[in-house]
């Protein structure tokens, strides 16, 4: 269907993966305008289809594969794409955000987004050639079964062969994690992963292997001077801003380690600590220092945060923060060498490292306490190759640790220990000296995400310091980040674009007058934030520390403001939010393991815990949602949902 917007390729397609057909799915430009893209426009889409009924294992669970209207549009960072569906760890409605440049080469082929419907009868893998659609045989061509790169490497030689000529593609692709179901299985495009929540097994049980799209469509903008000219503004500011242009070119997200550790937020041995005494062996430092070879960055990536480390004489994608600590201080594991080693193993097998790694930890501390024989230890990690091998293929013990920490919990107890939420284990930030991040971990529409909650540890220590132990406006700042990021993601573009909107004075001088004065501030003005959400009339300007709402009206030429696009946000957040209590997630859901609720971590500082309850009812009051965390219909129909 036309679009008069630029940004987009004005078509959606639904693909029947049962009868291997193809139809356009109507998609308006009010369509466009309310729900954007990527993550907002998937969950629109399954909202107009899921009931609560469906299982993750099923035909009626749709993957949406959307992209944002500024892919290719020159914006920074746009290269971004969305994979939505019901996910099996979690058994409600998710999305996962990938770099990697599928999402470009699906565009290039005409289409924005893709809607799998279906399962295939036979192991499949998908061509996409200019809008044309063609099904292949995975075990005929040796796909299915493969690792991840392997995978890749005889897909492209297909292609070439095919074509008789290299030609410039994206694909996606499976591992034997996905092949297998377990339950935190990835998509990988390149060396990029759509790791979290097991989209990946979903691609596994609908026996889709792969998808290669390729195309010479043009990606038109609406006002291509004054586009290219922003975009070349915008570069330049991230490239001076001190985490954009500093911090992450220089020591990519591994560069946290450190201060985490100095403010007690390092997750060490299964989350029972938040120091780990031997993080300088594993810290961003030693990597940068000792490790990396080359920086790298996706698709038009001013920031290249991404490391690039040699394993067994290949130069491979090395770690980022999550797996740094995880696989380091979180079994009690002080060998970098081991770490960039599994972390591309869990890659070639297609496991998400974050999952993977606390559910190991979790194991290890149900056999220290006597729940479970298991034969892991902290420390001793001699054999976590070969049982990275057999939870991929599910042998052995290792069938069991691929259902995950909350299942094995419910089996063999432990629950207070397994530290997930929604069935999604935590990233690498220990809440209880960061009571924000906690709240977000708790309230994130997808279970335990870092991002997805909003990330407040940039306010409590990792950016800003506000008072990390304080509840007051962490609430109403969790729904301001996490609807900012919500339309971030909506339009294609990575969420470390979002750290320019913190003044770059505020990170260089700590100790200046105006940052103490700001971090001082931050815990009393959540009143502000909520009187925004609900007059967002009253930001119907452009930040200049905000380019995102500029570039929509560039390169979209769509109407946009400050206000509208929080507004926009918010109206994804909530309409996920709204899809996944039809599945039953209510307040109860919206929970920690009490390790991290009723254990100090400082058993001085009895405020070293996290005051969730306290939090939550201020945070659905902020978000129109009633107090068991279902949005009213007023909320509803103020953002336009019903």
Same mark, same amino acid.
């Given at each position: ?22 139809? %356009? ?7 466009? %305008? ?25 035909? !009626? ?51 924005? *987004? ?78 990029? *992963? ?94 940068? !220092? ?73 194991? /290890?501390?149900?056999? &220290? ?55 999604? &284990?935590?990233?690498?930030? !220990? ?47 969790? /729904? ?9 993601? *909506? ?66 030429? /769509? ?10 946000? %918010? ?28 254990? *100090? ?31 009213? &219909? ?9």
């Amino acid at each position: 269907m036309a679009t008069r917007f630029g940004g987009y390729m004005g078509r959606v397609v639904l693909v029947d993966l049962t009868s291997q057909t193809v139809a %356009e799915y109507p998609w308006t430009d009010e369509d466009r %305008e309310k729900y954007i893209g990527g993550k907002i426009m998937a969950a629109k889409v399954l909202s107009d289809h899921l009931t609560g009924q469906e299982q993750p294992f099923s035909e !009626e669970n749709w993957i949406v594969v959307s992209t944002g209207p500024l892919t290719g549009t020159g914006a920074p960072s746009s290269g971004r794409f969305d994979l939505s569906c019901i996910s099996p760890q979690t058994g409600i409605l998710t999305s996962s955000n990938c770099g990697g440049s599928f999402g470009y080469h699906l565009k290039k082929a005409g289409i924005d *987004a893709l809607i799998l419907k279906g399962r295939c009868s036979k192991h499949t893998w998908l061509e996409i050639d200019n809008g044309r659609f063609t099904f292949h045989d995975a075990d005929e061509d040796g796909l299915w079964g493969s690792k991840v790169t392997e995978g890749q490497e005889k897909l492209e030689a297909l292609l070439v062969k095919q074509w008789g000529a290299r030609r410039a593609f994206g694909q996606l692709m499976i591992g034997p994690g996905g092949e297998n179901l377990v339950l935190y299985s990835a998509v990988l495009s390149g060396e990029r *992963a759509a790791g979290r929540t097991g989209v990946g097994a979903v691609f596994g049980w609908k026996n889709l292997k792969a998808i290669a799209a390729t195309g010479n469509h043009e990606i038109r903008v609406a006002h291509p001077e004054k586009n290219e000219k922003w975009n070349q503004k915008w570069f330049q500011y991230l490239r001076k801003h001190p985490l954009t242009g500093n911090q992450l070119p220089r020591m990519g997200t591994a560069g946290l380690v450190s201060a985490m550790q100095m403010r007690g937020m390092l997750a060490t041995k299964n989350y029972s600590a938040g120091r780990y005494d031997q993080f300088e062996l594993v810290n961003g430092e030693t990597l940068a !220092e000792e490790q990396n070879i080359v920086n790298k960055g996706c698709l038009t990536c001013p920031i290249k945060c991404a490391r690039t480390v040699d394993v067994k004489g290949r130069e491979v994608k090395g770690p980022e923060l999550e797996t740094l600590v995880l696989l380091g201080g979180g079994i009690c594991n002080d060998n970098l060498g081991d770490i960039l080693r599994w972390n591309n193993e869990l890659d070639e097998l297609g496991l998400d490292t974050i999952s993977c790694a606390s559910t190991i930890a979790y194991a /290890m501390e149900a056999n &220290e306490k006597g729940l479970w024989d298991n034969g892991l230890k902290f420390g001793e990690t001699a054999g976590l190759s070969q049982l990275f091998e057999d939870i991929a293929h599910r042998r052995g013990i290792g069938n069991e640790l691929a259902e995950g920490s909350r299942r094995l919990s419910k089996k063999y107890g432990g629950a207070e220990f397994a530290i997930q939420s929604k069935g999604l &284990e935590l990233a690498a930030y !220990e809440p209880r000296r960061a009571v924000g991040q906690g709240l977000g971990y708790a309230v994130s529409n997808r279970g335990g995400c870092h991002l997805n909650g909003g990330y407040l540890v940039i306010l409590e220590g990792l950016g800003l310091f506000t008072n990390p132990q304080t509840p007051h406006a962490k609430a109403d700042f969790t /729904m301001l980040f996490q609807d900012l990021m919500e339309m971030i993601s *909506a339009t294609g573009q990575c969420l470390f674009t979002s750290y320019g909107f913190f003044p770059g004075f505020l990170i260089t001088r700590p100790n200046g007058i105006v940052t103490r004065i700001v971090n001082g501030a931050i815990p009393f003005i959540g009143w502000a934030l909520r009187f925004m959400n609900k007059c967002p009339r009253a930001l119907a300007l452009h930040l200049p520390v905000f380019q995102q709402t500029k570039a929509m009206i560039y390169a979209v030429g /769509m109407k946009m403001n400050f206000g509208k696009y929080i507004r926009c946000g %918010e109206r994804g957040y909530t309409l996920d939010r709204w899809v996944s209590t039809r599945f039953g997630i209510r307040a109860k859901d919206d929970s920690l393991p009490k390790r991290l609720t009723d254990v *100090a971590q400082d058993p001085k500082d009895p405020r070293t815990k996290v005051p969730l309850e306290k939090m939550k009812k201020t945070y659905y009051r902020a978000r129109g949602w009633d107090q068991d965390g279902v949005p009213t &219909e007023r909320t509803l129909k103020k953002l336009g949902i019903l």
